[in-house]
C-alpha cells in the first residue's frame, strides 16, 4: 500500500506560481510513477503530468507544456508540481497518482491516489 498526501496548494493571483507537493509512504516511492491530475467543479479529472520512478521520463498534457514542471526527489519520497503563470482556468483541486507503470493518463488507471489539494486562481 501507499499513502498520498498533496500539499501547497491555495488561493493565488493570475500570473502567480505554486508548487504543489507529494508525500507517500508505506513505500518506497522509487518504485512507482506519479502523475498529477486536476479536476474544477462539474468537470472531468483531468491528467496534468506524470514521472517515471527514477524521474527519468516525464510526460506533460498540451496545456500545461511549458507551464508546469513535474519533479521527483526519492530520497525524501515525494513528488512536486510547480506551477507558473497560473490562469484562473488552473482553479482545481489537483491530485497525485501512483502506479507502477508510467505514462498512463486515464485516472483508472491509477493504483493509489492522494485526497487533493484545492488550488485556486483569481482574476
Known amino acids: 500500500q501507499v499513502q498520498l498526501v498533496e500539499s501547497g496548494g491555495g488561493l493565488v493571483q ?15 516511492l522509487s ?4 502523475g498529477w ?7 472531468a479529472r483531468e491528467f496534468v503530468a506524470c514521472i517515471s520512478g527514477l524521474g527519468r521520463s516525464i510526460y506533460y498534457a498540451d496545456s500545461v507544456r511549458d ?4 519533479s521527483r526527489d526519492n530520497t525524501n ?3 512536486y508540481l ?10 482545481a483541486v489537483y491530485h497525485c497518482a501512483a502506479d ?8 483508472t488507471q491509477y493504483t493509489y491516489w492522494g485526497q487533493g489539494t484545492q488550488v485556486t486562481v483569481s482574476s
Open 14 to 28: 493570475a500570473g502567480g506560481s505554486l508548487r504543489l507537493s507529494c508525500a507517500a509512504s508505506g513505500r518506497t
Open 31 to 34: 518504485s512507482y510513477a506519479v
Open 37 to 43: 491530475f486536476r479536476q474544477a467543479p462539474g468537470k
Open 67 to 70: 507551464q508546469f514542471t513535474i
Open 77 to 79: 519520497n515525494t513528488v
Open 82 to 91: 510547480q506551477m507558473n503563470s497560473l490562469k484562473v482556468e488552473d482553479t
Open 100 to 107: 507502477v507503470t508510467f505514462g498512463l493518463t486515464i485516472p
